[in-house]
């Protein structure tokens, strides 16, 4: 099968599956975490429950944001249970990731918030400047949950980020 027609039944079959965002599946999945990337437009976050309260609907998800007041990027999703990460008091998130405009990595760090009532997975979203879509590819990623006294509780990474 060619990588246009994959491409096709990617899109004609795996998205309606997707339970909560419409998003296109652009890549790796680890076999610890399984984490999933997904390019995401703004569209994809409205909700129904927005237009009545004005506030973001996030659901059972944290969403952390490179650029908070852009929804739109490439966003990492991470099936953690987040409350095993708070009872470890993990606190920080550390996303470095390598794009096909330059061979360094670049870092961002995202808070977890104290109050994680009724949130259980994390999306972390590169968003506003941090990604331009029409020119940046992601060759390479890694993530990392730390604790108060920077110890690592989880660390997950791209089969490339090693190479």
């Known amino acids: 099968m060619s990588g246009r027609t994959q491409l096709l039944a990617l899109l004609f079959f795996a998205l309606p599956a997707l339970p909560s965002l419409n998003c296109v599946l652009l890549g790796n999945e680890s ?3 399984k984490v999933q990337v997904k390019y995401c437009s703004n569209e994809d976050f409205l909700r129904i429950a927005e237009y ?3 506030k973001e609907y996030t ?3 944290l969403v952390l944001r490179s650029s908070p007041d852009d929804r739109s990027g490439l966003y990492f999703y991470l099936p953690v249970i987040l409350d095993r990460t708070s009872t470890q008091k993990g606190n920080t998130i550390k996303l470095d990731v390598i794009d096909s405009t330059d061979p360094q990595s670049r ?3 995202f808070t977890i918030p104290n109050d994680l009532k ?3 997975k994390i999306l972390l979203g590169l968003t ?3 990604w331009g879509e029409s020119n940046m590819r992601l060759v390479a990623w890694k993530i990392q949950i730390t604790g108060s006294e920077e110890k ?3 660390v997950e990474k791209s ?3 090693s190479h």
């Open 59 to 61: 659901g059972n998800n």
């Open 31 to 33: 076999d610890s975490l």
């Open 159 to 161: 089969s490339l980020w």
């Open 107 to 109: 870092s961002y760090v």
């Open 128 to 130: 506003g400047k941090d």
């Open 152 to 154: 690592s509780i989880f």
């Open 52 to 54: 009545f309260s004005g």
């Open 118 to 120: 009724g949130k259980q």
